[in-house]
């Protein structure tokens, strides 16, 4: 506490390297999700990555490993508050879980500090196959399957990818290529049809 | 007939210039859908698409304009017959309606000679302004609004919108992430689950 007051050049020779080294990682990643956001996978590099961070490569290597688990790092982190959501998603009433999940993607897509990076996994996803596989571990593993998981269905987790396709599609139409009338359109408009979609997709006979 | 039995060198002078200039020109539209195929939108460059045609520059200029119309010229040759489709699709009694697109989507998209060109336009619009804007006039204007008009419903645009977010998340999750199971299922299970929610999105409610 004390110390944040101080600012962030007040001290530094007395602070532990623990904390040093912890701040050098989020720099890091910092400068990762940034470079990936603007750039796209294919033409970020570690090299570039390391001097927007102001540190050596070497150092991004000895953190992170290759430039595929530097991306895979930032993105965890950019979205570790979202990845923690399916649990919440799938809590309370099953006839409500269309409209939460619903909510919850919309909400990531209108907050423009989630909208960057996810607009970044997505540009590259769709460019790079070491991307898509990053994508897939973290949204499909991660998101889709413990959603299925508290279905308890046979077919959970085609459903739940059936129900994630329509949000995708929805986010690529409003948010990626902006075609109207979809990109404009009141959100509550949208949820309001898309909602029982996804409801269906999830628990439908 | 003749003439192309004799192979594709066979005569050349003899050929009258209308024709000629007509071969040069979709020998130019077919390097630039390559072209953009594989390198993606923004490292294209009219070029290297003048090269891989075997022309100069100033020819694909001349017969284009600038990147961005090649572009636009190159992808609808290729969607020449999609873009054909939707009154057929709209034709028919109206409770097929969302089979019928449903089907056409996924055929587009199982056959390689166009599922190529369409990642190529996917990925370009996905990543470059100009490119997205290419797709909003030829999807959206084209193949959506025909559909939408053929509804006669007020909300008929939004409608055929948000119907074709539940085929483009397919299609992004099936053939571009490529997420399991929905990459590898079988088409008419995708078709049972899908054709209901897009005929309901078309005249539903």
Chains 1, 2 share one sequence.
């Not at 979809?182 to 628990?203: F, K």
């Amino acid at each position: 506490m004390t110390d944040a007051d101080h600012g962030s050049g007040a001290r530094r020779r007395g602070r532990p390297p623990r904390t040093e080294s912890a701040g050098t990682r989020d720099r890091i990643l910092v400068a990762a999700r940034e470079e990936f956001s603007e750039r796209g996978y294919e033409k970020t590099s570690v090299r570039g990555i390391a001097k927007a961070a102001g540190v050596d490569s070497a150092l991004v290597h000895h953190y992170f490993g290759t430039k595929e688990q530097v991306f895979e790092a930032a993105i965890s982190v950019a979205f570790a508050p979202a990845l923690n959501a399916p649990a919440a998603i799938a809590d309370g009433p099953l006839d409500g879980v269309g409209e939460r999940l619903t909510r919850f993607i919309f909400g990531v897509w209108e907050n423009p500090t989630t909208r960057t990076p996810l607009l970044a996994i997505i540009r590259s996803a769709v460019n790079n196959e070491a991307a898509a596989a990053v994508f897939r571990r973290l949204i499909a593993a991660q998101l889709l399957r413990r959603i299925a998981g508290q279905l308890d269905l046979p077919d959970a987790e085609l459903r739940a990818e059936l129900a994630a396709a329509q949000l995708v599609g929805c986010a690529m139409l409003r948010y990626v290529i902006k075609v109207e009338p979809l990109a404009s359109v009141d959100l509550e408009q949208i949820v309001r049809r898309v909602a029982p979609v996804v409801q269906g997709h999830l628990t439908g006979p």
